[in-house]
């Protein structure tokens, strides 16, 4: 249930336009920052959804306490919680949402249930995997750093 096509990662990326990042840290050094950060620097919208920051500033946005407070469409949610706790955030995801394309778990986060629950409502889910991994992977940014990524490309 993890094993997604190129194809697939590639159409989920290009179709996204804003993505809630639930659990994103103000710390610059926690993966959820960085990635965060790197999203909204390839032109996504982000919007960093954390209790524990509600209020504060991040990449342009208000920080937000949970999905429930995000007034916009959004077409992915990025999961950066512990897989025990993806169910709830799915099912506030799905009722704050009706135009959800996309839930997202990052590396180390899976749930089956809360994504065939997802998928029941025909959003595609991708788990155990992170979005700035693989936009770097697709679109040829990962082999400036010497990576062999199976990309054929001639930008540099």
């Known amino acids: 249930m993890?094993?997604?096509?190129?194809?697939?990662?590639?159409?989920v990326l290009q179709r996204t336009k804003v993505i809630?990042?639930?659990?994103?840290?103000?710390?610059?050094?926690?993966?959820?920052?960085?990635v965060a950060r790197y999203l909204?620097?390839?032109?996504?919208?982000?919007?960093p959804v954390n209790p524990g920051h509600a209020g504060k500033?991040?990449?342009?946005?208000?920080?937000r306490a949970s999905l429930s407070e995000i007034s916009e469409p959004v077409d992915m949610v990025?999961?950066?919680?512990?897989?025990e706790t993806v169910p709830p955030i799915v099912d506030e995801a799905l009722a704050a949402?009706?135009?959800l394309r996309t839930i997202w778990m990052q590396i180390g986060v899976e749930h089956t249930?809360?994504?065939?629950?997802?998928?029941?409502r025909e959003v595609d889910v991708v788990m155990n995997r992170c979005p700035k991994i693989e936009f770097q992977r697709?679109?040829?940014?990962?082999?400036?750093?010497?990576?062999a990524t199976g990309v054929i490309s001639s930008k540099l």
Do not use: C, H, W
Request: hydrophobic content about 45%; charged content about 20%; proline content about 4%.
């Open 138 to 147: 697709l679109f040829g940014e990962l082999r400036m750093g010497g990576f």
């Open 20 to 34: 809630a990042v639930v659990g994103v840290s103000m710390n610059p050094v926690r993966p959820s920052y960085y």
């Open 78 to 83: 990025d999961i950066f919680r512990r897989s």
């Open 2 to 11: 993890t094993d997604y096509s190129d194809a697939f990662l590639k159409k």
């Open 113 to 120: 249930d809360a994504a065939a629950a997802a998928q029941a």
């Open 57 to 63: 500033e991040m990449f342009g946005q208000s920080v």
């Open 40 to 47: 909204s620097l390839k032109g996504y919208t982000v919007i």
């Open 97 to 99: 949402f009706p135009n």
